[in-house]
């Protein structure tokens, strides 16, 4: 069972640079999310999706575009990639919202120079 | 606003020497308080889900407690494997879960 898979692991833009970071799970979770970590600081929510077709922003959307064409992809679109977007993006999914655990990917590791 | 504190930053023990990472939080309408464990390079792992004050979980050298204001992950005889990154969690209304910046354990053998 693979749970969480994103790619790439590392990436490096470089300014006004666009790409596309792929998530997709297999364990037929409706909720998806995406989190950025940086250094000192607690996750932050990009973006997350309830189910197919249903995006909405998290806490922190600016710079970031989201889609939900299936069940099990979730990727995060940045668009014109800024030094502020260097940081290490997790995809997590769960089956339910409010009470349920989320499962994690293994990052995706970003530098913008 | 909801936050989440977690203290201290940093911790170093003795494998052996037992301790307590502290999470405090403010949050309206707590729906959970969660525990997770980041290993270096890879995405966090669940640990436990605590609901109401009063509450206890256990697992191996691990345990976890839940107060109206804050949760201790205690760890007893902690070993090296237990070196990592613990997180605190709260979700409250919404979709959102609000992480702390994390507790980075080191235990020494």
Known sequence: NAGVTQTPKFRILKIGQS?????????????????????????????YSVGAGITDKGEVPNGYNVSRSTTEDFPLR???????????????????????????????????? | EDQVTQSPEAL???????????????????RGLFWYRQDPGKGPEF?????????EKEKERLKAT???KESFLHITAPKPEDSATYLCAVRAKGYDMRFGAGTRLTVKP
């Open chain 2, 12 to 30: 170093r023990l003795q494998e052996g020497e037992s301790s307590s990472l502290n999470c405090s939080y403010t949050v309206s309408g707590l």
């Open chain 1, 19 to 47: 790409m596309t970071l792929q998530c997709t799970q297999d364990m037929n979770h409706n909720y998806m999310y995406w989190y950025r970590q940086d250094p000192g600081m607690g996750l932050k929510l990009i973006y």
């Open chain 1, 78 to 113: 940045l668009e014109l990639a800024a030094p502020s977007q260097t940081s290490v993006y997790f995809c997590a999914s769960s089956y339910g919202s409010t009470n349920e655990k989320l499962f994690f990917g293994s990052g995706t590791q970003l530098s913008v120079l």
């Open chain 2, 47 to 55: 640990l436990f889900t605590l609901y109401s004050a009063g509450e």
């Open chain 2, 66 to 68: 839940l107060t109206k």
